[in-house]
């Protein structure tokens, strides 16, 4: 079976030498954060994900979820022995406020923690990855009280959360919901509906859970402009903040699933349970979108984290496999490691530079993050909000859709014993299919990056990241070293600029036009951000050559994976920019009803 390891090499890399996190905390004032309390950290959390939770994936996988008569559900075994674990070493806690228990770390702390625990077990994982984020829409949008009773316990990991938004009729159209919330005459209210698809809604990791609850209002106006959210808990809090009276919410069932078969996707019903407003009235929309959005950048973690996990596995399969005679093989014995095969080493190839530059990627989005929350200067914080915002569709949609590529390569570098279980790597792309579906479907991040970050704001966010593109490539321009690399990345970028603009034209006179290009645009963008992304570790790596690094051979292998990145991979996003030129006219011309025909 697969037994994961932390690339902790390759993290630090990618944080102190690509994108100066040092530097990154000085400039918010967190001078104590150091590369050698980072490093120590990091060291940390990986023990804790290889021996403690890595241990729990393939048994979780095998065994699942259960749903007693009662509603109560039992994790696979393990499951709540490790998070009782996580609490107490303080990993719950890593980048909570301070204010309300926690540690105060900076956000982008949490998020190669999060690579490390969602690669050694994804479906554990996904019971406490939506705290943080409840936590945050709480600071945000929650009232002071609700505050102060509900946040110490969700910071410390005591208390989890859980997101119910879908309901059976209403998917992503929110707006179709049936759920009721009546004004209980005491300040709370009554709520009544059923949600499904609930990460969470139930477990047995700890004394209470939290519910986060989109309903409607009486006098809610129709659609989604009279949604409201509410705080629903599984137990009402007794007068010394502890569990006490249970409330009407209850799991009624439990889906079996294609993959993360350790996590309990529930059906939950509310029977009038007691709930608090959260935001103003008609507001939820605005409160569960700041939970969304921050969901959907650990969503991208959850994608990165499986491909490398089946990276792993996939060359460790490849180096040890023999088939067939090589060029450069060794001669030893009837077959040659699988490895020397080009078409295995394309395979491989394709996984190391998806992984590694979705990993600058990723972690850039979580830099960011910091710094819209953190930096003491409005303009910056207001910058880096800007810049978030339009790579949290690309971290979501483009890095999860690489994934589902990723973890497939990795079965198929298996050959047939990829595809079936004792090898331990199809969990993988089991596993990995749910993320371009959940926290808005990937078609959705494509229409939010399109339709509302760069159209909605008049091409603002898109000439912002833009310039920092086109920055990093005049700077660098006098490079010989980086000739490969910088000529193609600020002529990718000239096209991006001008299909940007071509779209906006053409969507002016056909509303269709935006959701006719939208994936391709997604697409073309992920790309384009990697090609930079890239561009950045062979900037780093030439450097470190020209200095005498001692680990040449790491950095040579940046620079290699770099020349393939751009070689064979880069170019299809060529085939996108074709794609973005064909409009509308042709996706809509057939009826619907023709479509069978």
């Given at each position: ?121 994804m479906a554990w994982k996904l019971y406490s990855g939506l705290s943080d984020s409840a936590v945050l829409l709480l600071r945000r949008h929650a009232s002071a009280e609700l505050q102060q009773q509900y946040l110490p316990r969700l910071v410390s990991g005591e208390w989890l959360a859980s997101m119910c938004l879908t309901e059976a009729h209403a998917g992503t159209d929110l707006g179709l919901m049936r759920t009721r919330a009546e004004p209980a005459g005491d ?411």
């Open positions: 079976m697969p037994q994961y390891r932390v690339p902790l090499r390759e993290i630090r890399f990618v944080l102190h030498e690509v994108l100066h996190d040092e530097s990154h905390y000085r400039e918010l004032g967190r001078d104590e954060l150091n590369a050698e309390l980072i490093d120590g950290v990091l060291e940390q959390c990986a023990r804790f994900a290889e021996d403690v939770v890595a241990p729990t994936n393939e048994p979780g996988d095998r065994i699942g979820v259960r749903r007693e008569a009662d509603g109560r559900v039992v994790t696979p075994p393990g499951f709540a022995a490790t998070y009782r674990r996580y609490v107490e070493d303080g990993w719950a806690a890593l980048c909570g406020p301070a204010e309300f228990g926690g540690q105060g770390l900076p956000e982008s702390f949490g998020v190669p923690a999060a690579e490390m625990t969602a690669a050694a077990n300040g709370s209210f009554r709520i009544t509906g059923t949600k499904i698809f609930i990460t969470g809604g139930e477990s047995d990791f700890g004394p209470n859970i939290v519910h986060l609850v989109l309903a409607k209002l009486p006098d809610a106006p129709p659609g989604s402009r009279g949604i409201s959210l509410f705080l629903v808990p599984k137990f009402l809090p007794a007068a010394d903040g502890s569990p006490g009276e249970r409330n009407a919410v209850m799991c009624t069932g439990v889906e079996h699933k294609l993959g993360i078969h350790g996590s309990a996707t529930c059906v939950m019903n509310f029977d009038g349970a007691r709930g608090w407003l959260v935001g103003g009235p008609h507001q939820g929309l605005r409160g569960m979108f700041t939970m969304m959005n921050h969901a959907r950048l650990w969503v991208g973690v959850q994608g990165l984290a499986q491909s490398e996990a089946a990276w792993q596995v996939a060359l460790a399969y490849a180096r040890e496999r023999r088939q067939g005679r090589t060029r450069h093989g060794d001669g030893r014995s009837g077959a040659d490691p699988i490895i020397g095969h080009p078409d295995v080493r394309r395979m491989l190839f394709t996984q190391k530079a998806l992984v590694e530059g979705g990993r600058v990627l990723v972690y850039l989005a979580g830099l960011q993050l910091d710094k819209s929350l953190h930096h003491p200067l409005p303009a910056e914080r207001e910058r880096a909000a800007g810049l978030l915002a339009i790579l949290t569709p690309v971290v979501k949609a483009f890095v999860t859709d690489r994934s589902l590529e990723c973890t497939s390569l990795a079965l198929q570098i298996h050959g047939g014993h990829g595809y079936v279980r004792e090898t331990g790597v199809e969990q993988y792309f089991r596993d990995a299919r749910i993320t371009p579906i959940y926290e808005g479907a990937n078609g959705v991040q494509a229409m939010d990056l399109l339709g509302r970050k760069v159209l909605g704001s008049g091409g603002v966010l898109a000439r912002q990241l833009g310039g920092l593109i086109g920055g990093f490539c005049s700077s660098h321009a006098r490079y010989e070293e980086l000739a490969g690399f910088i000529p193609r990345l600020a002529g990718l970028l000239k096209e991006w600029s001008e299909a940007t603009e071509a779209i906006a034209q053409r969507a002016a006179r056909d509303p269709d036009e935006v959701g006719a290009a939208s994936t391709d645009y997604l697409m073309l963008t992920g790309y384009l951000c990697l090609a930079w992304c890239w561009a950045k570790v062979a900037a780093v790596s030439v450097a470190a050559l020209h200095n005498g690094a001692a680990e040449a051979d790491f950095y040579r292998a940046k620079l290699a994976t770099a020349r393939f990145y751009y070689a064979s991979l880069l170019p299809r996003a060529e085939a996108h920019l074709d794609a973005l030129g064909a409009g509308a006219a042709t996706l809509m011309e057939l009826p619907a009803e023709h479509f069978a025909l």
